[in-house]
């Protein structure tokens, strides 16, 4: 499958003597500052968009919508083509909220972690001012 290419990031490059195409997000950056910091799993679908932008099932407005995206701001949803080719509706808001939720679980588990490491401190304190 071709890419209709709007933004003009695709470029080759070799990879074990062979040329590939790839999609570059660094050229985009140009246009779009933005793209530098969105977390590297939107920027996977941004590159599957780019690389699928065909004008039926992505389109530009796809592209610009997701390049653009802060945090915080309305999500939409964009196709995404797996690895086998076939399209499919991926739901950015879905797939942010669970990232949220495992955020979340993370930092639970990161103030677990703290207060167990505070309290292994206080018993080797009070070990050691017993031992004195």
Not at 3 to 18: D, R, V
Not at 39 to 61: G, M, Q, W
Not at 82 to 109: H, S
């Amino acid at each position: 499958m071709s890419s209709t290419n709007s933004f003009g990031t695709s470029t080759q490059c070799t990879l074990a003597g062979e040329s590939v195409d790839i999609f570059s997000l660094s050229k985009l950056e140009l246009t779009f500052p933005n793209v530098a910091t969105l977390p590297y799993s939107l920027k996977i679908l941004l590159e599957n968009l780019l690389r699928h932008e065909d004008a039926r099932f992505v389109h530009t407005k796809d592209i610009e919508a997701l390049a653009a995206w802060k945090p915080g701001a309305q999500l939409q949803k964009a196709a995404f083509s797996g690895a086998k080719g076939e399209a499919a509706e991926f739901n950015q808001q879905a797939f942010m909220d669970a990232c949220d939720r495992l955020n979340q679980e993370i930092e639970v588990r990161a103030q677990n972690l703290y207060a167990a490491e505070e309290d292994f401190e206080l018993l080797i304190r009070t070990r050691r001012e017993r031992a004195n």
